[in-house]
């Protein structure tokens, strides 16, 4: 018997591609599958290895998110935890609670994320007076939950960009300085605005760094997460990254986009498309941004918000300096993903990827719109059309349902979060979290891709349930769906011979368990090329 040799039986496995679905065992060497079928298959393939009874659970192949950030999801999980913070009272009570609970000296920084102005009553945007009583020294910025808005207090604002200053500044491009009915600026900065305190803000230090970046990659493996797509990195990230690659300290597969034209975009646009010998790190793709988000209203609408007359949010680019973007990467070799809420931030980055295919030598390489939230129904034939892949985040759809309609009204809300028109129209999906805008959790994207509910089963029969998706769709969608949009369709995204012996083994089968018990299953165990990266102490391979 060897080390690198593992045989699985009594299990039901998925391997989600054309193979037999479902299969009962599996065979495992070298990191890679060499069998996937009954157990005399499996056996035959490595007669001397340790065999593991799964007890009859359910085995799939590791998701994939492909859309999150790594860094700052580390980050997030270190602050202090705004979701579901029911008012700016309710966001101060969090944030003395975890002073009370830390040694903080007296003027660090205090950093949140999460909270969301939607779910208050009334909904409407907070005010830096909230957090100046409770915190009149101590800088405090605190992140919203789609991290396109920021509220500071009146500290933060004079140790950055500074509050007079601030009174007399113009909107940047791209931004809102949100401003009361005096027109005093409340603490709220959106989209580009956000730099004025984020820019001068004082850098978490390399330790704090590492120390994030582990406790994300903790939270990946728990969660069953074998592979995430990086939407927007640079160097010091990615330096990071190799050096625990190299120390074998990262449990996970990253496909990272780099963080649109700046320094390092230039390193690799010099050097070309880089993969390490690993298979843990590959960089191929550059991450762009078309608008903002839908809840801060910075998303850019082909019509007026309906409950914002005479906005329509905004690009962040003209079309010509947005193409010139496509075109730059394209021409470096690298796929092209962009962030597109709105249904006009949606047809911008279509045309641009259709005039830079048609005056290219070479076609596109697998363009990707991040998120795709809003879209027109006479744009959804295009991905098809244009070979885009519409990388989505379900869980976006049941967070969104309560205030998501009065941004659009009746009618256009139809053409929102409409996953399945998409899949019909010939988009290929690739399903995501974009945490820690949202959770990291496949079982709760899986869920809300099937249900079209929130945890409590709201409401009753899905909203609009007719954009439901079926189980496989949606178990493809986390697994083989982000391996195409990587390119990595032929190491990783399924059980199959060959492949990299990334599975998650379950508590439940997703495939077949009752849908309001969906999100009762648990991750018991989960493999990175054929060795656990985590484990319950149930799971019987304790080797």
């Not at 850098?203 to 760094?209: F, H, L, W």
């Not at 230039?266 to 191929?284: A, I, Q, T, W, Y």
Request: charged share 20%.
């Amino acid at each position: 018997m060897t080390s690198s040799e593992l045989l699985i039986t009594n299990a039901t496995v998925y391997p989600v591609d054309s193979g037999p679905s479902p299969a009962t065992a599996l065979a495992i060497r070298d990191g890679r599958f060499v069998a996937v079928g009954s157990p005399s298959e499996a056996s035959a393939a490595v007669p001397a290895a340790r065999c593991v009874d799964a007890g009859g659970r359910p085995i799939v192949p590791g998701f994939i998110d492909a859309h999150a950030h790594l860094q700052e999801l580390g980050l997030a999980l270190r602050r202090v935890d705004l979701t579901k913070s029911s008012s700016p009272d309710a966001v101060v009570e969090r944030l003395q609670t975890y002073v009370a609970e830390h040694e903080l000296s007296a003027h660090a920084w205090l950093r949140g994320h999460g909270w969301d102005q939607t779910g208050w009553s009334p909904p409407r945007f907070p005010h830096r007076r909230a957090l100046d009583a409770a915190f009149p020294e101590r800088p405090v910025w605190l992140t919203r939950t789609d991290v396109h808005a920021g509220w500071a207090n009146t500290a933060a604002l004079e140790a950055t960009v500074g509050l007079d200053r601030l009174h007399e500044m113009s909107d940047p491009d791209g931004g809102h300085i949100h401003r009361d009915e005096t027109g005093t600026p409340t603490g709220v900065l959106i989209d580009a605005a956000m730099a004025l305190v984020t820019d001068p803000l004082p850098s978490p230090s390399d330790v704090e760094q590492e120390r994030a970046l582990s406790t994300a990659l903790r939270h990946t493996a728990q969660h069953g997460v074998t592979s995430l797509h990086d939407a927007g990195v640079g160097l010091a990230t990615l330096r990071r990254v190799q050096a625990l690659i190299e120390d074998d300290q990262f449990p996970l597969r990253l496909y990272a986009m780099i963080n649109g034209r700046g320094e390092t975009f230039k390193h690799f646009c010099e050097r070309g498309p880089f993969h390490h010998s690993s298979g843990r790190l590959d960089v191929e793709s550059v991450k762009f941004f078309a608008d903002g988000a839908l809840g801060s209203r910075g998303a850019a609408l082909l019509e007026d918000y309906a409950d914002a007359p005479g906005n329509r949010g905004f690009l962040l680019h003209k079309d010509d300096a947005f193409r010139e973007n496509v075109r730059a990467a394209h021409e470096c070799g690298f796929q092209v993903n962009t962030h597109a809420i709105g249904d006009r931030a949606n047809r911008q980055v279509l045309n641009a990827y259709e005039e830079v295919r048609l005056q290219s030598a070479h076609p596109l390489r697998r363009p990707r719109i991040e998120h795709a939230q809003i879209v027109a129904p006479e744009d959804r034939p295009r991905f098809g059309r244009l070979g885009a892949i519409a990388s989505v985040q379900p869980a976006f759809a049941p967070s969104d349902q309560d205030w998501a309609p009065a941004r659009l009204g009746p009618d256009r809300i139809e053409d929102a979060y409409a996953w399945r028109s998409l899949s019909d129209a010939g988009a290929a999906l690739a399903f995501g979290s974009d945490a820690p805008v949202e959770p990291l959790d496949p079982i709760r994207a899986f869920h809300a891709a099937v249900t079209r509910q929130d945890a409590n089963g709201a409401p009753s029969g899905g909203w609009h349930p007719s954009e439901g998706l079926a189980r496989s769709t949606a178990l493809r969608a986390h697994t083989q769906g982000p391996a195409y949009a990587a390119f990595q369709e032929d190491e990783v995204g399924s059980i199959s011979v060959g492949k990299r012996a990334d599975f998650v083994v379950l508590s439940q089968d997703l495939m077949t368990v009752p849908a309001d018990r969906l999100l009762d299953t648990e991750v018991v165990a989960t493999y990175l090329g054929g060795t656990p990266v985590h484990r319950q102490p149930n799971w019987p391979d304790a080797q």
